[in-house]
């Protein structure tokens, strides 16, 4: 089972170049997250590094460990909010009086309207991205036959 | 290359090794989209194919073993349909515009608008940004929401097991205080 392969868990210099490596690997994921406006990336590819910095973790650590930081709730729960709060950039708009998604009216200024309106978008995305993704991780390594 | 890279892991039966040619064939897919200026996509593959793809495999490997079973069956004209219909791609694929060509629909339909219009009515300097997110924001949202519909086919799926195992966690990380104290 993944939470105890010994060889993996056990070792030190693992342990120590991962913990080396998350803060890093998630601070990269929060600056393509931001970032994604200017240079390549965005809400789906900072996901998937966030997810991957929570998966490594899991690898390395053993899955329990990992779940009582980031709760399988949690998870889930996210991946909704992202997706929600997607929904409700676009639901703001119309109520300001434009289509479904036309960040333009968000703010008075339609060029900042349509910065923030991408920014929160891409938020969403990456929330639901990355909820997905450690859902994903959860599953396959909590529901197997052996347990 | 990566030719070379496919074939090899269709004829591999080590699925660990398999799991990692995947890795490589992405990266090598990224480089590949790099050399064409396609910098988000090639991220996007570096990311999801090669990063957690395989770290998926790998957990997915720790569950059911890494030796794949030698197939009875003999898929022969199953080969055969899909010798054909890449035939008839490969076929096609003559009538499309040359890479790069200006005249070619793509490059003469919406994309001039975008690129002229996007710095004044989006803002953002990578327009792939702004067409992803603005002008495209119907499809955006509707790409999270297939990513949101998969990982809850997957939680269906799988997920009875995983609340199991979460409260026995539980149930044992209290039973240990409980011993301690």
């Given at each position: 089972m993944l939470d105890k392969p010994a060889s993996l868990i056990g070792n030190p210099i693992i342990r120590g170049v991962t913990v080396l490596l998350l803060g890093p690997i998630l601070l990269f994921a929060l600056y393509v997250q931001w970032h994604g406006d200017y240079g390549p990336g965005g809400g789906f590819q900072a996901g998937v590094i966030f997810a991957v910095a929570i998966i490594a973790h899991g690898l390395i650590f053993g899955v329990s460990v990992t779940q009582r930081m980031i709760t399988p709730d949690a998870v889930r729960y996210g991946a909704v909010a992202g997706w929600m709060l997607y929904l409700l950039t676009g639901l703001v708009s119309m109520l300001k009086g434009a289509e479904f998604l036309n960040y333009s009216v968000l703010v008075h200024d339609p060029l900042h309207g349509q910065h923030y309106g991408i920014l929160s978008i891409e938020l969403g995305v990456g929330i639901t991205v990355a909820s997905v993704m450690i859902m994903l991780f959860y599953s396959f390594v909590g529901g197997g036959r052996n347990t | 290359m990566l030719?070379?890279?496919?074939?090899?892991?269709?004829?591999?039966?080590?699925?660990?090794?398999?799991?990692?040619?995947?890795?490589?064939?992405?990266?090598?897919?990224?480089?590949?989209?790099?050399?064409?200026?396609?910098?988000?996509?090639?991220?996007?593959?570096?990311?999801?194919?090669?990063?957690?793809?395989?770290?998926?495999?790998?957990?997915?490997?720790?569950?059911?073993?890494?030796?794949?079973?030698?197939?009875?069956?003999?898929?022969?004209?199953?080969?055969?349909?899909?010798?054909?219909?890449?035939?008839?791609?490969?076929?096609?694929?003559?009538?499309?515009?040359?890479?790069?060509?200006?005249?070619?629909?793509?490059?003469?339909?919406?994309?001039?608008?975008?690129?002229?219009?996007?710095?004044?009515?989006?803002?953002?300097?990578?327009?792939?940004?702004?067409?992803?997110?603005?002008?495209?924001?119907?499809?955006?949202?509707?790409?999270?929401?297939?990513?949101?519909?998969?990982?809850?086919?997957?939680?269906?799926?799988?997920?009875?097991?995983?609340?199991?195992?979460?409260?026995?966690?539980?149930?044992?990380?209290?039973?240990?205080k409980s011993d301690a104290g």
């Open positions: - | 030719l070379v890279v496919g074939a090899a892991l269709i004829a591999l039966r080590d699925l660990f090794a398999a799991a990692m040619l995947t890795s490589i064939y992405s990266l090598l897919s990224a480089c590949f989209f790099m050399l064409q200026d396609a910098v988000d996509v090639a991220f996007t593959e570096a990311a999801v194919g090669a990063g957690i793809t395989t770290v998926l495999f790998l957990a997915t490997l720790s569950q059911v073993g890494r030796v794949e079973r030698k197939p009875r069956n003999k898929p022969w004209p199953a080969l055969m349909i899909c010798t054909l219909v890449a035939g008839l791609l490969i076929y096609a694929s003559f009538d499309m515009p040359h890479y790069g060509d200006p005249t070619a629909p793509v490059h003469s339909h919406v994309a001039p608008r975008y690129l002229n219009d996007s710095p004044s009515e989006v803002g953002p300097p990578n327009m792939v940004t702004s067409v992803l997110a603005s002008y495209r924001g119907y499809d955006t949202l509707g790409e999270t929401g297939v990513v949101f519909t998969a990982g809850v086919g997957v939680l269906l799926l799988l997920g009875p097991g995983l609340r199991r195992r979460y409260r026995k966690d539980i149930a044992a990380s209290e039973q240990e």
